[in-house]
Nanobody, 120 residues
């Protein structure tokens, strides 16, 4: 079964940067929107950023101006560049992919998650 595989998480000081990457373990057909969700301890999972195959994007208000999502359609790979990181960005970040005709709020595939920890 094809899975999404994230990489790039880690520990960083406040104000620092990290770049997350996500690629499928095999070919996934009919993918459209891809995105990144996160879940902090004791909080609900939330959409951080989403991007369509046409490069339309959507960001949570809390990350606008600091995070940038991008993708390589040929490889079904999605990236999340995170700058000016804050301790409140600490969470497990999950990569997602939605089938054609679905939005980034309706993912069909999830990665296992990568931990991002921002120290103050």
């Amino acid at each position: 079964q094809v899975q999404l595989v994230e990489s790039g998480g880690g520990l960083v000081q406040a104000g620092g940067s990290l770049r997350l990457s996500c690629a499928p373990s095999g070919r996934i057909f009919s993918i459209d929107a891809m995105g990144w969700y996160r879940q902090a301890p004791g909080k609900q999972r939330e959409l951080v950023a989403g991007i369509t195959s046409g490069s339309d994007t959507n960001y949570a208000d809390s990350v606008k101006g600091r995070f940038t999502i991008s993708r390589d359609n040929a490889k079904d790979t999605v990236y999340l560049q995170m700058n000016s990181l804050k301790p409140e960005d600490t969470a497990v970040y999950y990569c997602t992919a939605a089938l054609r005709g679905r939005t980034w709020y309706e993912p069909a595939y999830w990665g296992r998650g990568t931990q991002v920890t921002v120290s103050s």
